[in-house]
């Protein structure tokens, strides 16, 4: 077993790893009980997907799905910051 | 076996659209809507066949084998698809908003159910 | 995998372990959320996945592609940087509205609005 | 001028007429009599002066081409009989119109009369005048159309409006059952074209066709001359003015469905088929007719009973099919005209100079209008088939006719025993009309003092009355040569040989004729007594009244069962219509596959991949989790849409799609905020306590429907994409794109030169779509009414306000800047960088993942995300943003972008790119597509931060909260935050 | 391509879309500018569309198509705009109707709302576009341009009608679009292209797994376009929907329903024609009956309107029933008369359209009150400008209005001496002419419908019209401007020019006929043009 | 100066963020990319934001050290009461700590550590009182928390902003 063969398996490995992490997740997104435990949990939600395209990267050897990982990590926050001030507030834009 | 999940995928998705499309709340019907748009653009997407790790981005521009790249047609359609389905929700949203706000209810139909 | 063919045995294994590393993170991390038994307690659960698990992944991800482009690729450190920036202001305003909830509903287990300055510990 | 033009001037003059008369002033009563007139004589000596030519059985034809692929040309064409058609039509209209010069009141809109009147003349020539059936059928409409609009003329009346809607009813649908008829006879006979069908009457005879072609044909002309059972919109008709019953239902109206008999009587007639349905309905009608004249109290009434009958009489005569039987119809249908007419106009005359037209009021009126009484006297003697007057010939005709033998039934046999009985009761009604008007004690209590009318208004009544004793008298001078000319017409070789003297000698006809007279007048004689009590109407048959029978058939038919039909095949509702979309949308899919059947392609089935299974198990559980959580708990809903949404991005990640991946998160994102900002003007959905427990049976069944639907579609779907995604892709026009997009577009995003050059018509579209709905979204938003429940601020802020008002040590917004200041901080500081990275985006699209519309949406975001930080206020005051110019510039720039190339002799949006050589930097690609893709981001920029901000805008309009101050209660639970 | 003529295909898209864009850059205020350049532009949409259809003509029937290659991309991989007979025609009428309706708004509606102007511009654009363009998924995106600028004016005027309305309209045109996306993507994946024309050479040559697919793709397709043009059961919002429109826009609106039949006419001809195979004359049994019964629907529904805007609407339904019906009967002569029926009954009921609101202000003198109070409400800062100057009262406008109306009536009930009753004339013989074979029961029950329809709408008019016009009890006469007859008054002219010149008309939709019946013509004249120099096929 | 370059070190940064995007440190990227930042700093002026001042760069530096330590310690930590815990989570508590710190810059920062930083979170920082809530995983000790925050960071943070 080279090691080529090795990353490549640690990498599908650490993918289930990260599926299993969106699983968790979108438990939490699911079951809830209250919004703000839905809103962690779209959250995690994102930053799991956004680690799984980098590591989907890796496994094509392209970098071309990075700004994909780039815009979850500059503007993924975006929507779940808008669901607390909404949770807060009661309105997103004052 | 890809395409089995895939298509049930879409299968899912459709289904859930279609039954908040047919429930009698307008936020409910434009939840529907989103779902179906999701299901419509992965169907499209899909009619150009799934490829693993082939972008249809140029890499080599001396000689160019189009078997490389995966279908790039749906993928622009899908794009275009996205933007309307976008609009449209936007509008759909502010017409459900503006109806709740005249009928004084979130029925579909601007009236409770009489039957 | 097919393009990875040019990569040093050392890279490859050490790739390898940075994105074992970093999803065992945030798979723990996200564990939390199932494990951990309150909102405030889950809350902490995903920084796992946002420091160590996102760090150690992007870490791969460079050495990686650094490796296989024969030239430095450090453009995750842009992710790094705006997940380090973003994840917070997510956070904090996600608990301060669960405090509000939980207060407007007389919640017990969160401190009342006026009780922050008797809680203060004298040291 | 030529004959033909001739023919086209008699149809044409009187439309013309009508045209100029409708723009006269509407008191400019002479002005249109005269115009009127002038048309109405110009047509009868324009017909008159024909006569030689169809004396001798000449045919005068004009044709211009109209529709000549149909076989439908304007023809028009006459023969003797038509040609004494029109001069009836002609003649009798200038004797109407100089008549209604006089009777017509100052007061109302006369020359819109003359108008009418006109178009009505002209319409009715049309008829009589038409070499095409079809042709015929038009002008048929024609006149079901001015014979309403003259009979509802006073339509101040509800009676005239009642029988003008009822007239036109009945004749407009026999005249569509006649279109119908007539279709069918062109398709038997292969031609529209009269003298075609004319001379091919074996071939529609025999045809498998005859039948219903013939019943639609005497549906339209039974209607038309009201004949039994279609009747009864006659009487109502009579609520016109005079003039126009006299017109109507002497010469023309009542007469085309006549007329169209005797023309169509070569092809049609004939058959056992023709004879039953046209005798039965021709004798019924002149029973019955004469019957109800006689107790009629209106003389309009009594005359437009007396028309039926006569009708039905002419009817009958052409029900026989004897040669003989059709001169006499032709014969009787002129002697009618003339009498009948003035007998109207002497009605009218009566109506017009004593106020009334009602037999119980009026008595004795000879002594105060002589002439005219002796005038209507002869006219009704006509009537009642006195000798030595018109009616009698013609009525010696029918009788002789009556008692021969045709076909063997029970019908023919009984035929002489009914006329002699109708044929009494013209009789009676003809000395009621005489005797009770005329004679008996002098009238008292009369509106106006009855005294002769104006000499030109009698004159009409007077030439018509001398025509009557001319033919009566004088029949082989006066009328033979008219009628042999008309008769040859129609029966050609055919034309049997008939006697026009007064006496034959004492026959079996004139015995007949003795016991109709007597009977008629013993029967007056006996009737007098019920009669002068007055009651309206026949005894027996006064209950069955026709047009009540018809009002409500109509109005069951047209309105009660529509409207149950209506809410049975159709809804008003929305859920049953998406039902019914989708349902049909599956079924459709479903039956070509069915027929054809569907296969899986043979293509090797990729790799199992289980990441990417437990991806679509996180998938499936957002959706499903959304479609179970939307009703009550939307911020659920949301949330989980968001996740099934992350899910399909990453789907396309997985498959090759970077392009969809960005863009479909961008857009994810903006989604999310942009059903925040509306969630904000949605109340709340409460659950109701033992919401779904109690549902009904009906609900359930309901949902079980839906859920099967649902189910079925997504069935649907997954065998269609499975089946796609496993046979191979076909040679796609892909192939080109990806072979020259970078050689002759300059870029390597394939998609992104797709969508920017080889179809960037298609994103052209897009931009505009997005246009439109910010324009939209604007606009309702500008009257934005909010629901009454969120018209306030929302709980949470009224709740943080108080609390903050509440405390010595804080104002009124240090909760909200407590929260907000510090990760606004945070928020401020990305807005360039977010920038920065939209900028990037736009520029590398050609070649990489990106492009105008992913940078719009990340612009967007980044001034949304200002937004929120700041607030509306604070960043208004600081940025000032022209959506709706970012969009009108957008649109210009993709435009004017696109046109550039017709400079250059390209088609709109050829591109053209080449390498600058810049100092410093080197090679740089500059594609026009590029400014094309600029007008996309600016576009989406506008159009999104419009749609945006208009709802943000929302919570800043000043009124707001005092609209409706009472209906917000401040909640008990304000307490709780101060606790 | 040299010379700025060849680029006159593309300008019934480009100019309204210019127009459109530079109104938004004016502010609201200025409306009387925007009227101008609103009217301008329409005419000149106008003339350009009368040229396009001239040149149409010029081509001999069957022999080929004028294209136009967007960015000089070759067909079948780039866009191409299709200019033959059917699309000119359908252009001049867009056109015709803009005019109408616009000139009508004039008189106030463009007052009801922001940015009127430009949607109507873009409304116009995407009807040009959908008429024009050779390619399904293009037709998609300007079917999306005219439905979204139709949501735009169903809602113009606001008001809780027009937004409950509006709702159902969105939610029911939004599934249709994800229809016709599934069903335009499916035939791409089967058949790897998207040009009509190309389609059409590609179907004959499908495997039987595929064709089955492609049917399926038809049958999606085909479900999108029947409910966009009003079929029954898929058309309970149509009459609903029109009637709460305003009334310039439902006027526009009475050619969207023909849209969905032009698409139906355009890509049975081209796909399905008897070329196809084994696919040749797919599902036109399926027209015939859903166009019968919803002939069958619409005249129940017209008897039952209680208002005349929705007895318009439903009228609407009787059109586009016989419109489906006919194309269901499929014979040849039948599309020739099928299509002056659409031209006579577009104009008619566009007609009947502006013509109600006018007699609704008889019915009641309040509405007129009311209409401007509504104006009124919620009227912002710079919605002051106009008063109700434009155009002067008319004199004689019962007169007006009442003759107007019979000539609407007789247009829509097909009965002369308007063009209707040629329309329906022509159709039905066309139906009989059978060259011996002995006709369909079906043919006569259509026939039977479509007399009685007549008569339903002949019934249901004449009701309506005496209750207006004759039984009125105040004799105040209504506020009715010029600017708003003139439009009821051409439209009907033009209806009664079709009777008097229908010989040249007739003339041409025959050619047009041709033309679609032998779609070689077409198929070769998309995909053989030659692009301008520097590009060519492969 | 602050008429073009109203933020240097923004600009600078934004810079930076354009050649790690382009991954490219071509004269061609270095031009546009000072002419974006440049632009986009001038965006940012146009929100008139505080200006930072950081006088300490230093400082700025061993606080990053510092932080990225601690963060990976907490993961550690953490990483342990998730996974080995059997009540996870049941020492959670909330606690407030006045601070002395307020720069909103510097309490930015402060919060961005905090946050990040596994097993802590910033709740709510009460600007009239100077008091900061925060909720904490582990919260055995109140003290050592206090001690960590202020010694460790409300220092450091105060010598660089203020
Ligand atoms: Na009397
Ligand atoms: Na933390």
Not at chain 4, 584 to 600: D, N
Request: glycine letters at 10%; one cysteine or more.
């Amino acid at each position: 077993m080279n090691a080529l063969a090795i990353l490549s398996w640690a990498i599908i490995g650490a993918q289930i790893m990260l599926a299993l992490a969106m699983c968790c997740a979108v438990y939490r997104l699911v079951a809830g009980p209250r919004a703000q435990d839905r809103i962690l949990g779209l959250d995690t939600l994102y930053v799991n997907a956004m680690l799984l395209l980098v590591t989907f990267g890796i496994r094509i050897g392209s970098t071309l799905f990075f700004e994909a990982a780039l815009v979850i990590g500059l503007l993924g926050f975006v929507s779940t910051l808008a669901l607390a001030k909404f949770l807060m507030r009661g309105e997103v834009i004052e | 076996m890809m395409e089995l999940i895939f298509a049930l995928a879409i299968g899912i998705l459709t289904a859930s659209g279609v039954w908040l499309l047919l429930r009698p709340r307008t936020f409910q019907v434009i939840i529907g809507l989103s779902l179906l748009s999701y299901a419509v653009n992965l169907f499209i997407f899909g009619m150009g066949r799934l490829r693993i790790g082939a972008p249809p981005v140029l890499e080599n521009t001396e000689s160019i084998d189009p078997a490389l790249y995966a279908d790039p047609l749906p993928q622009a359609l899908v794009l275009t698809a996205i933007v309307i389905s976008f609009a449209m929700t936007a509008l759909f949203l502010v017409v459900l908003l503006a109806s709740r706000g005249l009928t004084g209810t979130d029925h579909v139909d601007g009236r409770e159910d009489a039957q | 995998m097919n393009a990875a063919g040019n990569l040093p045995t050392w890279a490859a294994l050490l790739t390898a372990l940075l994105v074992l590393v970093g999803a065992a993170a945030t798979l723990i991390g996200s564990l939390g959320l199932l494990r951990l038994g309150t909102f405030y307690a889950r809350v902490h659960a995903p920084t796992l996945g946002t420091t160590l698990g996102m760090a150690s992944i992007l870490a791969g991800s460079a050495l990686f592609f650094s490796m296989l482009e024969a030239r430095p690729v450090v453009h995750e450190i842009l992710i790094a940087v705006f997940v380090g920036l973003t994840t917070p202001v997510t956070l904090m305003l996600l608990v301060r509205a669960a405090l509000y909830r939980d207060r407007i509903e007389g919640s017990k287990e969160v401190p009342a609005a006026d009780a922050a300055e008797h809680s203060i510990p004298q040291d | 001028m030529s004959s033909g033009m001739s023919l086209l001037a008699i149809v044409i003059l009187p439309f013309l007429g009508s045209l100029v008369a409708a723009v006269l002033r509407q008191d400019a009563r002479n002005g249109a009599a005269v115009l009127a007139g002038t048309i109405a004589l110009c047509a009868t000596v324009l017909t008159a002066f024909q006569f030689p030519a169809v004396h001798q059985g000449g045919v005068l034809r004009i044709g211009i081409e109209w529709l000549p692929t149909l076989g439908l040309d304007f023809t028009l064409r006459m023969d003797g009989f038509t040609w004494l058609f029109s001069m009836l039509v002609a003649g009798i209209g200038f004797l109407v119109t100089l008549y209604a010069r006089y009777y017509m009141s100052p007061a109302d809109p006369v020359p819109r009369f003359f108008s009418f009147l006109l178009a009505f003349m002209g319409a009715m020539l049309g008829i009589v005048l038409s070499g095409n059936l079809i042709q015929l059928v038009f002008f048929w409409e024609l006149t079901s159309l001015f014979s309403f609009l003259l009979i509802g003329y006073w339509h101040h009346n509800a009676s005239a409006r009642d029988g003008a809607r009822m007239a036109l009813t009945v004749t407009a649908a026999g005249g569509l059952c006649l279109f119908a008829g007539i279709l069918l006879i062109g398709h038997i006979v292969g031609s529209y074209d009269l003298d075609q069908v004319l001379a091919s009457g074996d071939k529609v005879r025999t045809s498998g066709l005859y039948l219903p072609a013939l019943i639609l044909v005497l549906l339209g002309a039974l209607t038309k001359s009201a004949q039994f059972p279609f009747h009864f919109w006659l009487p109502h008709a009579m609520a016109a003015p005079t003039p126009v019953s006299a017109y109507l239902h002497s010469a023309t109206m009542v007469k085309a469905g006549v007329f169209l008999l005797i023309l169509l009587w070569p092809v049609l007639s004939g058959t056992e088929a023709w004879f039953y349905i046209v005798v039965s309905a021709g004798l019924c009608t002149l029973v019955i007719g004469a019957y109800a004249a006689i107790f009629q109290q209106d003389l309009k009434g009594l005359l437009a009973y007396s028309t039926i009958s006569h009708l039905g009489l002419i009817t009958l005569l052409l029900g026989l099919g004897s040669p003989l039987a059709t001169v006499a119809a032709i014969f009787h249908t002129m002697n009618h005209a003339t009498f009948k007419a003035s007998l109207f106009m002497a009605a009218g005359i009566i109506d017009h100079e004593s106020g009334t037209r009602d037999i119980r009021r009026l008595s004795g009126l000879f002594r105060y209008m002589p002439i005219t009484a002796t005038l209507a006297m002869v006219a009704a003697a006509a009537m009642a088939g006195v000798p030595l007057l018109n009616g009698f010939l013609s009525k010696e005709m029918f009788f002789a006719e009556a008692a021969a033998f045709h076909v063997d039934s029970i019908l023919d046999h009984s035929l002489p025993y009914f006329a002699m009985l109708a044929s009494a009761f013209s009789v009676a009604y003809s000395l009621r009309f005489i005797h009770g008007v005329f004679f008996g004690p002098p009238a008292t209590g009369l509106p106006r003092t009855p005294h002769e009318p104006p000499h030109w208004m009698r004159f009409p009544v007077e030439f018509l009355v001398l025509a009557c004793l001319l033919v009566g008298i004088l029949p082989a001078m006066t009328i033979k040569p008219l009628l042999a000319t008309a008769v040859r017409a129609v029966l050609g070789p055919d034309t049997p040989y008939y006697s026009l003297a007064v006496w034959h000698g004492f026959n079996e006809v004139l015995v007949m004729s003795l016991i109709a007279l007597s009977g008629g007048v013993l029967l007056y004689w006996l009737l007098q007594g019920y009669l002068a009590k007055g009651i309206d109407g026949p005894p027996i048959m006064r209950r069955l009244k026709g047009q009540r029978i018809f009002e409500r058939v109509l109005v069951t038919l047209s309105w009660k069962w529509a409207r149950s039909a209506e809410r049975i095949f159709g809804t008003q509702r929305l859920q049953p219509q998406l039902r019914l979309l989708v349902s049909f949308a599956v079924l459709a899919t479903l039956w070509p596959l069915y027929r054809h059947g569907l296969e899986a392609g043979f293509q090797p089935a990729s790799n199992f991949d289980p990441v990417f299974l437990l991806l679509w198990i996180v998938g499936g559980l957002c959706a499903v989790g959304a479609a179970y959580q939307a009703k009550y708990h939307r911020l659920a809903a949301m949330v989980l849409m968001g996740g099934a949404g992350l899910v399909t991005c990453i789907t396309f990640v997985w498959f090759s799609a970077p392009d969809l991946a960005i863009t479909q998160l961008l857009v994810e994102i903006v989604t999310s905020v942009l059903i925040l900002l509306g969630l904000r003007w949605l109340p709340k959905r409460i659950a109701t306590v033992g919401d779904g427990l109690s549902m009904g049976v009906h609900d359930r069944m309901r949902r079980a429907r839906d859920l099967m639907l649902a189910v079925a579609a997504g069935t649907g779907m997954t065998l269609i994409v499975y089946a796609m995604l496993t046979r191979p892709l076909p040679d796609t026009i892909s192939r080109y794109f990806v072979e020259n997009a970078y050689s002759e577009a300059g870029g390597r995003n394939i998609v992104n030169v797709i969508l920017v050059d080889f179809r960037g018509f298609d994103t052209f579209g897009e931009i505009v779509v997005l246009a439109i709905v910010a324009i939209t979204v604007f606009s309702l938003l500008r009257r934005f009414r909010p629901a009454q429940e969120s018209v306030g601020a929302p709980e949470q802020q009224r709740v943080q306000d108080a609390y903050d008002e509440a405390k010595p040590d804080r104002a009124i917004g240090d909760t909200l800047s407590d929260y907000i200041t510090i990760p606004a901080l945070i928020m401020q500081w990305l807005f360039p960088v977010i920038i920065v990275v939209a900028i990037f985006l736009f520029l590398r699209g050609h070649d990489l993942p990106g492009g105008g519309f992913a940078a719009g949406v990340t612009m967007s975001i980044a001034l949304i995300l200002q937004y929120m930080a700041g607030g509306t206020r604070w960043i208004e005051a600081r940025v000032r943003i022209r959506p709706m110019s970012w969009t009108g510039l957008g649109l210009l720039c993709a435009a004017f972008t696109g046109m550039g190339a017709w400079l250059f002799g390209y088609p709109f949006l050829t591109s053209h790119f080449r390498y600058l050589d810049l100092p410093l930097i080197g090679k740089v690609p500059a594609a026009t597509a590029l400014l094309f893709d600029l007008g996309v981001f600016a576009v989406v920029v506008g159009a999104t931060v419009l749609i945006l901000i208009a709802l943000a805008h929302q919570s800043v309009r000043a009124p707001r909260s005092t609209r409706s101050p009472t209906t917000l209660t401040e909640p008990p639970v304000v307490a709780k935050e101060n606790a | 391509m040299t010379g700025m003529l060849n680029h006159l295909v593309i300008v019934p898209i480009l100019l309204p879309l210019i127009s459109g864009a530079v109104m938004l850059l004016l502010a609201e205020r200025r409306r009387v500018l925007k009227g101008a350049i609103g009217i301008a532009s329409t005419f000149a949409l106008l003339i350009v569309a009368i040229i396009l259809m001239r040149q149409a003509d010029m081509t001999p029937p069957g022999s080929g198509v004028t294209t136009y290659q967007l960015g000089n991309w070759p067909a079948p991989f780039g866009i191409v705009l299709v200019l033959d007979r059917l699309s000119a025609l359908m252009l001049v009428l867009t056109s015709v109707l803009g005019i109408a309706s616009l000139l009508y708004s004039l008189a106030r509606w463009h007052r009801a709302g922001p940015r009127f102007h430009t949607i109507f511009q873009l409304q116009l654009m995407g009807l040009n576009g959908a008429f024009l363009t050779g390619d399904l998924f293009n037709l998609f995106v300007f079917f999306e341009v005219l439905l979204a600028a139709s949501y735009g004016l169903v809602l113009h005027g606001d008001g809780i009608v027009r937004v409950r309305a509006g709702l159902s309209y969105i939610a029911i045109n939004l599934t249709g679009s994800f229809l016709f996306l599934i069903g335009a993507s499916l035939a791409y994946g089967v058949t790897g292209t998207l040009n009509m024309a190309d389609l059409a050479a590609r179907v004959p040559t499908l495997s039987a797994g595929d064709a089955a697919l492609f049917a399926a793709a038809a049958a999606i397709l085909g479900t999108a376009f029947l409910m966009k043009a009003g079929t029954w059961p898929l058309n309970f919002w149509l009459p609903t929907t029109y009637a709460a429109a305003s009334a310039p826009a439902a006027a526009m609106f009475a050619i969207m329903s023909k849209l969905g039949i032009y698409v139906i006419l355009r890509l049975w001809t081209l796909v399905f024609g008897p070329q196809a195979g084994p696919l040749a004359e797919f599902g036109s049994d399926w027209l015939l009956l859903g166009g019968m019964l919803t002939i069958l629907f619409g005249t129940i529904g017209v008897l039952a309107s209680q208002t005349l805007s929705r007895l318009a609407g439903c009228s609407v339904l009787i059109s586009s029933g016989t419109l489906i019906a006919a194309l269901g009967t499929g014979g040849g002569e039948v599309i020739g008369a099928t299509l002056f029926y659409l031209v006579s009954s577009t104009l008619g009921i566009a007609a009947l359209f502006l013509l109600v609101e006018l007699v609704e202000r008889i019915r009641d003198p309040g509405a007129d009150v009311l209409a401007v109070t509504m104006e009124a409400y919620g009227e912002g800062d710079d919605e002051d400008g106009l008063a109700d100057e434009i155009g002067i009262a008319i004199p004689a406008t019962i007169a007006t209005l009442g003759g107007s109306f019979v000539a609407c009536t007789l247009l829509l009930a097909g009965l002369p001496p308007f063009s209707g009753f040629i329309a329906k004339f022509a159709m039905m013989a066309a139906m009989l002419k059978t060259d011996g074979t002995a006709v369909q029961a079906s043919t006569w029950m259509l026939i039977g419908l479509l007399i009685v329809s007549g008569l339903a709408t002949l019934i249901a008019m004449t009701r309506s019209g005496i209750s207006s016009f004759w039984a009125r009890m105040d004799d105040s006469i209504p506020r009715v401007r010029i600017i708003e007859m003139t439009p009821v008054l051409a439209l009907l002219l033009l209806a009664l020019g079709l009777t008097i010149a229908g010989g040249p008309a007739m003339r041409y939709m025959e050619a047009t006929t041709q033309a679609l019946q032998t779609p070689r013509g077409y198929i070769t004249g998309v995909l053989s043009a030659e692009a301008a120099e520097g590009r060519s096929r492969p | 100066m602050s008429g073009i370059l109203p933020y240097p070190l923004l600009s600078l940064a934004l810079l930076i963020l354009w050649l790690l995007l382009n991954q490219s440190v071509s004269a061609g990227h270095i031009i546009l990319g000072s002419v974006l930042a440049v632009l986009a700093s001038w965006a940012m002026a146009a929100l008139r934001p505080e200006k930072p001042r950081i006088r300490r760069p230093g400082a700025a530096l061993r606080l990053a050290g510092m932080v990225l330590i601690d963060i990976l310690r907490s993961n550690l930590a953490v990483g342990r009461i998730i996974v080995r815990s059997r009540q996870p989570g049941v020492n959670a508590g909330f606690l407030t700590i006045p601070l002395d710190l307020r720069d909103r810059h510097g309490l930015a920062v402060l919060s961005i550590i905090i946050t990040s930083t596994p097993g802590t979170i910033w709740v709510n920082y009460d600007a009239a009182k100077g008091t900061l809530l925060l909720h904490v995983l582990d919260l055995v000790d109140e003290t050592i928390w206090i001690q960590t925050i202020k010694h460790r960071y409300e220092r450091l943070l105060m010598e660089i902003f203020e």
